[in-house]
Each structure stands twice: as structure tokens, then as C-alpha cells.
């Protein structure tokens, strides 16, 4: 008898993940994969597709299962996924992460948020949606996002034993870091009992139903918006790059700055707003006033440079980001404030 809950027409079990780079996603879909392959016996099959840059753009990993005696012939992308685990809550502000997802299939989010919340911003119905804050997990046990998530995701995926992805943790720590294999196995159980659903009757709704309903490309020739208008995120058309970020922005205290630039001079976005002034002695000088968050990507490679603890890493939730932004006047920019 199969282990598997449900199949689609082809007999796969299907689930997709949806991350940016530099979350572990892909990582953790292969591990997904090898624990239904190695673990139970089943077929299956893993592959990703990213971007070019290492962190901060888009990236979805894709796995399937079925039974043993059914061949894999299909290897392209999931588009009705069963489960859908969204490494990051910010993408899905310009990605729609529920497109497609199967009738009363689980969506699988790391957020802060509640159940409810993000039910009434992803505008679905018809399913279970699962959160987990993957983020705190692996901040207190410090370890990565991606094992506080698999553990959410071998919940999610009950067929599947958690055992096997532990005694994965310690092959893959114990002769090299020791001293990592039970922070990891503390955030994979976490992540496993920790994670909270939440079911959601399907609405009669044509509106509540239509982000998943969706299983085609959004854009076409015919559907473009005029003007090669990219909307995808991390464009200027939004000026949003929360989706880019890992959950972390620079704050800045203006206080204990001493304008020397070193955060400046090693952000790769060129964020840093400053304006002319003169300083104590009357003499011309450029002052730091802030940091324009439309164009940060949360590198944080500034917070590590500046000498006098200006800078810090702050989580980012909800609209920090928006709300501590200073803006630069890009038209004619000379290091100015939008007046
Ligand atoms: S985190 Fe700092 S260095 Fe990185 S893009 Fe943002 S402002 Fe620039
Ligand atoms: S590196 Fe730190 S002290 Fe120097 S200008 Fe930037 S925020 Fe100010």
C-alpha cells in the first residue's frame, strides 16, 4: 500500500518551495528528496532554478515522489504543488507563492504572522496554511533558516520520518563540527513542533479561490504591461527590496556616527544618503543622514564595517524598513534629501 497521501493524475506526490537565495532551499529540497528516496523507498526526483546572484533572488526547488514501480518522466517545474513551503514571507508581496497550489493542499510559510493574516493577504481558500518562525528558531539555536524549515516540512509531510533527517544532521556535522549536530537536530525538532496550522473551508468566492486557481504564466503578449514595466520585485517601479532581504536590515544611529564613510565605501547598492555640512569648526563636510532602503538588499556587509557600532542588524518586520527609510533624490543625485 502506498504511503502516500495523495497523487496527482501522473501518480506524483508534488511539493515546491519557494525561497530567495542564500535561505537554503535548494539545499533542503534535496535533503526532502533523499529522505523519501532513502528513507521510505519511494521514487523521487529534486531539481532548483535561480537566478545568477548568490543571495537575494529568486529561487524554486521542486520535488516529486511516487510510488516504486511508477518511472518519473516528467522533470518540468511544479505547477499544482501539494505542499508549498515559502522560505520568506516578504516574497510574497510580488510573487505569487500560492499560484497553483492543489484543492486543500498546505501552504507552509516562515513568518511571524498569523494564520489568519496571511490568509487574508494571500486572498486563498480551500486549504491548510501552515507558519513556522523559522527565522527566531534559527537565530536562538543559531543555525540556518532551512533546518527549522524541513523540520515544519517533514510535519507537513507526515509520511515521512523525521528520524531519518536526524540521523541526515549527524552524518553531515559529526566529523567535521561536532559541536553543530545538536543545535541542528534542536532546530529541525523545533521547526517539527513548533509549526501551527490552520485550515480554510473553500470559499464559494470566485476572489478567495483565484490565486491558486491560476496554473499559467501571468504575463504573455497579449497580458504585458505596456512599457516593458518589469514587475517582478527589486525594481524601481516598487522601490520594494524586502523580498530580497533575509529578514534583516542596517539601522542606523546617527548619534555615535563619525561620518568616516567605511559603510559607504563597501555597500555594493550605494544606499547611504548624506548631505553637506560643516562641522564643528566650520569646516565643509559630508554627513551621514541615513540609509535608503529601496535600494538595500540586507548584505549587511556595512554593519560589519563600521568601526563604532552605528550600524546594527535590526529584524525586519512589517514595514521597519519603509518607515526608518531616507530618501535619495535619484533625478540629480549629488548625496541630497528628497525635499
Ligand atoms: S545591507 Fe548595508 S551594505 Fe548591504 S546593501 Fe544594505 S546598506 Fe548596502
Ligand atoms: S561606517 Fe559607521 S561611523 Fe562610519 S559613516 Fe558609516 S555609520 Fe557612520
Known amino acids: 500500500m502506498s504511503v502516500l497521501p495523495k497523487k496527482n493524475t501522473l501518480g506524483f506526490y508534488e511539493i515546491r518551495l519557494e525561497s530567495i ?10 535533503m526532502l528528496a533523499e529522505a523519501g ?17 548568490k543571495k537575494g533572488s529568486p529561487v524554486k526547488s521542486f520535488i516529486r515522489f511516487c510510488d516504486p514501480d511508477v518511472e518519473i518522466r516528467d522533470h518540468s517545474p511544479i505547477e499544482h504543488p501539494h505542499v508549498i513551503g515559502v522560505f520568506h514571507d516578504g516574497l510574497y508581496k ?46 536562538e539555536e543559531k543555525t540556518k533558516v532551512n533546518t527549522a524549515m524541513l523540520g515544519a516540512l517533514f510535519r507537513t509531510c507526515s509520511f515521512l520520518n523525521p528520524e531519518d533527517m536526524r540521523k541526515v544532521i549527524r552524518q553531515t556535522f559529526e566529523k567535521k563540527y561536532p559541536h553543530l549536530v545538536e543545535p541542528n537536530i534542536r532546530t529541525f525538532d523545533r521547526g517539527y513542533n513548533e509549526v501551527v496550522f490552520k485550515h480554510y473551508h473553500k470559499e464559494t468566492s470566485e476572489v478567495l479561490n483565484i490565486k491558486t486557481a491560476a496554473g499559467h504564466p501571468q504575463l504573455g503578449y497579449q497580458t504585458q504591461p505596456i512599457g516593458g514595466i518589469i514587475t517582478a520585485y527589486g525594481n524601481t517601479i516598487l522601490k520594494d527590496m524586502s523580498g530580497s532581504r533575509q529578514g534583516f536590515i542596517p539601522s542606523f544611529d546617527q548619534e555615535t556616527c563619525i561620518n568616516c564613510a567605511a559603510c559607504d565605501n563597501v555597500c555594493p547598492d550605494d544606499c547611504f544618503v548624506w548631505i553637506e555640512g560643516e562641522d564643528k569648526r566650520g569646516r565643509k563636510n559630508m554627513f551621514l543622514q541615513g540609509i535608503d532602503y529601496q535600494f538595500c538588499k540586507g548584505c549587511l556587509k556595512c554593519v560589519e564595517a563600521c568601526p563604532t557600532g552605528s550600524l546594527t542588524d535590526l529584524r525586519e518586520i512589517g514595514n521597519v524598513a519603509t518607515e526608518k527609510s531616507v530618501k535619495k533624490r535619484i533625478d540629480s543625485y549629488k548625496g541630497g534629501l528628497v525635499t
Open 94 to 139: 510580488m510573487v505569487d507563492v500560492a499560484k497553483g497550489l492543489q484543492d486543500e493542499g498546505i501552504l507552509l510559510i516562515n513568518s511571524v504572522k498569523q494564520p489568519a493574516q496571511i490568509q487574508q493577504e494571500l486572498q486563498i481558500s480551500g486549504c491548510t496554511i501552515a507558519v513556522i518562525d523559522a527565522l527566531s528558531i534559527a537565530l
Open 37 to 53: 528516496v532513502l528513507g521510505l523507498g519511494l521514487n523521487g526526483c529534486n531539481f532548483s532554478s535561480y537566478g545568477s546572484e
Open 21 to 30: 537565495g542564500g535561505l537554503g532551499a535548494n539545499l533542503a529540497g534535496k
